[in-house]
C-alpha cells in the first residue's frame, strides 16, 4: 500500500522527468533542489530501479524511469479528475447577509463584487440594527452590516466605510445652481428627511426651529423614499450620501452646500462570528471590507 508520501514523490518525478533538472523542478514546486534529489532518492528505493541519471548538465531517464513516465502521466490526470468530480459534489457555501434597507443597496453589490469567481450562494434580509447583530451573533445571519459602535463580545466588528448625512436636490432644481445656500433657503421648499440617517432627526429639528412650516417637512423611512421624493416632486432631499452616490454621479441629484447647518456623520461596520474566519467567502469579504476601509473606495 502506498503511503501520502509515495504519491508525492511520484508527482516530484514527474516535474522533473518534465524539467529535465533538479534545479527548475526545485524552482517549480518551490523548495531546495537537495529536497527533491532525496524524494527522488526515495522513490527510487522504494521501487528497487533506479530512475534517473545525474550529471552536471540534467538528469537522463533510465530505461525504468522512461517506462514509469506515461503511467504515472495516466495516473496523475486520473487523480486530478477523480479531485474535480469530488469537488463538484460537495455543496456550494452559501452567505447570508443582514443589513437595514438602507445600506442594503450599498452593500450587497459590494458583497456580490467581492466573491466574483466564488462559489457562493448568496441571500440577503433586511433588518433592524438589534435584529441583524443578534442574527448574526446567534448563526441566523453569516455578516451583518450596521451603522454605529458594536458593543458586543461574542462579535467582530470591521469598519467599512463612514456614511454622512447631505443634502440634495434635483438637477434641475432652482437651488441646483447655487454654490452655497442657507437653511433659510431650503425651507422655502418641501424638504424630505430620511431619519434613519444619522443626524436625521437633529437635522428635521433644526429645520423646524429655522422655520420650517410642519407641512412642508416631511420626516421619511427608508433611505430611497427622501431620495425619489427629490427626484420627481421637487423636495429637498436630506439622505444617507450612500443612499444617493449612483444618482450624484450621474448627475441626476445636485449637493447643497449649506452654510449654517452641521455635519452628521456615521461609523458603517460589518459584523462577523470570530469563529468564521477560515470559511474563503467570509475570509475574502474580510479583505475586501479592509481594502474598502483603507482606500475609502466601495463604489468600484
Known amino acids: 500500500m502506498l503511503s501520502v508520501s509515495d504519491f508525492n514523490d511520484f508527482e516530484v518525478f514527474a516535474v522533473v522527468a518534465a524539467e529535465g533538472s533538479l534545479r527548475r523542478a526545485s524552482q517549480r514546486l518551490n523548495t531546495s533542489q537537495p529536497q527533491v534529489s532525496q524524494r527522488i532518492t526515495r522513490l527510487e528505493r522504494n521501487l528497487g530501479t533506479t530512475l534517473m541519471e545525474r550529471s552536471t548538465s540534467g538528469v537522463r531517464l533510465t530505461d525504468a524511469g522512461e517506462r514509469l513516465v506515461p503511467y504515472l502521466q495516466r495516473a496523475l490526470r486520473l487523480m486530478n479528475e477523480a479531485i474535480r468530480a469530488v469537488k463538484e459534489t460537495a455543496p456550494t457555501p452559501s452567505l447570508e447577509v443582514w443589513a437595514d434597507s438602507t445600506l442594503a443597496p450599498v452593500v450587497l453589490p459590494f458583497v456580490s463584487r467581492s466573491l466574483q469567481g466564488i462559489p457562493v450562494s448568496l441571500s440577503n434580509r433586511a433588518a433592524s440594527i438589534d435584529e441583524t447583530l443578534a442574527a448574526v451573533r446567534d448563526g441566523e445571519a453569516d455578516v451583518g452590516f450596521v451603522h454605529g459602535e458594536v458593543q458586543s463580545s461574542q462579535l467582530e466588528a470591521h469598519p467599512f466605510f463612514k456614511d454622512e448625512l447631505c443634502f440634495v436636490v434635483s ?130
Open 171 to 300: 438637477a434641475d432644481h432652482p437651488l441646483a445652481e447655487r454654490s452655497v445656500v442657507s437653511v433659510d433657503d431650503v425651507i422655502t421648499y418641501d424638504v424630505a428627511v430620511s431619519m434613519c440617517a444619522p443626524g436625521g432627526e437633529i437635522a428635521a429639528s433644526h429645520l423646524s426651529m429655522a422655520g420650517i412650516p410642519p407641512e412642508r417637512l416631511r420626516r421619511v423611512t427608508p433611505a430611497a423614499t427622501a431620495a425619489m421624493l427629490t427626484l420627481y416632486d421637487d423636495h429637498v432631499g436630506a439622505c444617507l450620501r450612500s443612499s444617493v452616490a449612483t444618482a450624484l454621479e450621474l448627475g441626476l441629484l445636485r449637493e447643497l452646500d449649506i452654510k449654517d447647518l452641521a455635519n452628521w456623520r456615521v461609523e458603517i461596520n460589518c459584523v462577523v462570528r470570530p469563529s468564521d474566519h477560515e470559511a474563503e467567502p467570509m475570509r475574502v469579504l474580510r479583505e475586501a471590507v479592509a481594502h474598502a476601509w483603507d482606500t475609502k473606495t466601495i463604489y468600484l
